[in-house]
């Protein structure tokens, strides 16, 4: 498929802008993380930023986002404010959940993010639930859930697009397929190398992408949210893309490949997307001034973060069951 988009400078600016904003954010946070200043366990998306960008451009306020274990930037494309964000990540009163989620918690229901998980494939029905609901409310929205090609392995994985297809249900589901679950290679889990696979005998349409190529995962991903809108049933992205960190901060990533890993460096989703603008004409001043004013923000974030209180202990359980009153309703 062509990428008529490449021409629209606007939106290819926008997408290096988020690229570049989950990549600061990733690499932020990894430092935090690595001198223990991040509570739990931290997975950092690193090399994928283009699958978080390219998909949730595509989407609307109103329609619902699930994610995993590696949710940060998928969070931050639906448009979560990096302040709460990451002040959410290192348990702050300021952050998105109050500080109660961390890292792999975050919801921003006021923002269609309903929430990541560490549970792997069980972010997988949440969204189904949704997208159920927007059905039989009538309502004009989609639920899209993110995860690993890990997932692929779940039980419920399968039962999803089952169900999916059976009942119409409006979810686009994508696959990240980074090729390594926690650290086992998929070919030593698996004789299916596209996850994608799966879902084609439930009649569901998939495309398969490169997911280092943003323009090429807005353009599969508007097609498939178009077909879901119209279609109403669900559709199935897979993204080949690559996790240029270690599965969570702290693995010594004794199964990488350093080949592999140096040839997966060449084809950085973010650099890639600024060769392209270069040769598009785009100044080289101008990304610069769009990363510094990515980089101030988050400057301001981590000060305003670091000097926010953590919840208090008499409060810990606070807010952690929702009832309707305190639940924030999407646009
Ligand atoms: C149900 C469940 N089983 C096992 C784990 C342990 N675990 C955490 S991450 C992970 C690998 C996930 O791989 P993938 O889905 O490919 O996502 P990636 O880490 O590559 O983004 C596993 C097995 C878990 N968290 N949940």
């Given at each position: 498929?062509?990428?008529?988009?490449?021409?629209?400078?606007?939106?290819?600016?926008?997408?290096?802008?988020?690229?570049?904003?989950?990549?600061l954010f990733?690499e932020q946070v990894?430092k935090l993380?690595?001198a223990?200043q991040v509570?739990?366990?931290?997975?950092?998306?690193?090399?994928?930023?283009?699958?978080?960008?390219?998909?949730?451009?595509?989407?609307?306020?109103?329609?619902?986002?699930?994610?995993?274990?590696?949710?940060?930037?998928?969070?931050?494309?639906?448009?979560?404010p990096v302040t709460a964000v990451l002040a959410e990540i290192l348990g702050r009163e300021t952050g998105?959940?109050?500080g109660?989620?961390?890292?792999?918690?975050?919801?921003?229901?006021?923002?269609?993010?309903?929430?990541?998980?560490?549970?792997?494939?069980?972010?997988?029905?949440?969204?189904?639930?949704?997208?159920?609901?927007?059905?039989?409310?009538?309502?004009?929205?989609?639920?899209?859930?993110?995860?690993?090609?890990?997932?692929?392995?779940?039980?419920?994985?399968?039962?999803?697009?089952?169900?999916?297809?059976?009942?119409?249900?409006?979810?686009?589901?994508?696959?990240?397929?980074?090729?390594?679950?926690?650290?086992?290679?998929?070919?030593?889990?698996?004789?299916?190398?596209?996850?994608?696979?799966?879902?084609?005998?439930?009649?569901?349409?998939?495309?398969?992408?490169?997911?280092?190529?943003?323009?090429?995962?807005?353009?599969?991903?508007?097609?498939?949210?178009?077909?879901?809108?119209?279609?109403?049933?669900?559709?199935?992205?897979?993204?080949?893309?690559?996790?240029?960190?270690?599965?969570?901060?702290?693995?010594?990533?004794?199964?990488?490949?350093?080949?592999?890993?140096?040839?997966?460096?060449?084809?950085?989703?973010?650099?890639?997307?600024?060769?392209?603008?270069?040769?598009?004409?785009?100044?080289?001043?101008?990304?610069?001034?769009?990363?510094e004013a990515e980089r101030q923000a988050l400057a301001q974030a981590l000060e305003l973060a670091r000097t926010a209180p953590p919840?208090?202990?008499?409060?810990?359980?606070?807010?952690?069951?929702?009832?309707?009153?305190?639940?924030?309703?999407?646009?």
């Amino acid at each position: 498929m062509s990428s008529p988009e490449v021409g629209n400078q606007d939106l290819c600016l926008s997408l290096y802008r988020m690229m570049v904003r989950i990549r600061l954010f990733e690499e932020q946070v990894g430092k935090l993380a690595a001198a223990g200043q991040v509570p739990g366990l931290t997975h950092l998306s690193t090399g994928q930023e283009a699958v978080a960008a390219g998909v949730c451009a595509v989407l609307r306020p109103q329609d619902y986002l699930f994610s995993g274990h590696r949710a940060h930037g998928h969070t931050l494309a639906k448009g979560s404010p990096v302040t709460a964000v990451l002040a959410e990540i290192l348990g702050r009163e300021t952050g998105l959940c109050r500080g109660r989620g961390g890292s792999m918690h975050l919801v921003d229901a006021a923002r269609g993010m309903l929430g990541a998980t560490g549970v792997v494939g069980g972010n997988i029905p949440l969204a189904l639930g949704a997208a159920w609901a927007a059905q039989v409310r009538g309502e004009d929205r989609l639920a899209v859930v993110f995860f690993g090609d890990g997932a692929s392995g779940n039980g419920v994985f399968h039962e999803s697009l089952n169900l999916a297809s059976l009942w119409r249900l409006p979810v686009l589901f994508v696959c990240e397929n980074n090729g390594v679950a926690e650290f086992t290679q998929r070919e030593e889990h698996s004789r299916v190398a596209f996850t994608s696979e799966f879902a084609k005998p439930y009649d569901i349409p998939v495309r398969v992408v490169d997911g280092n190529d943003v323009l090429a995962v807005y353009t599969a991903a508007q097609a498939l949210v178009h077909w879901v809108r119209q279609a109403g049933g669900p559709a199935y992205l897979e993204c080949q893309t690559y996790r240029l960190s270690g599965h969570y901060v702290g693995d010594a990533q004794a199964y990488r490949d350093k080949a592999e890993l140096a040839a997966w460096r060449e084809r950085d989703p973010l650099l890639r997307l600024q060769r392209q603008l270069l040769a598009q004409g785009v100044p080289a001043a101008e990304l610069t001034a769009q990363a510094e004013a990515e980089r101030q923000a988050l400057a301001q974030a981590l000060e305003l973060a670091r000097t926010a209180p953590p919840p208090a202990a008499a409060e810990a359980s606070a807010y952690v069951y929702s009832c309707a009153r305190e639940t924030p309703t999407c646009p």
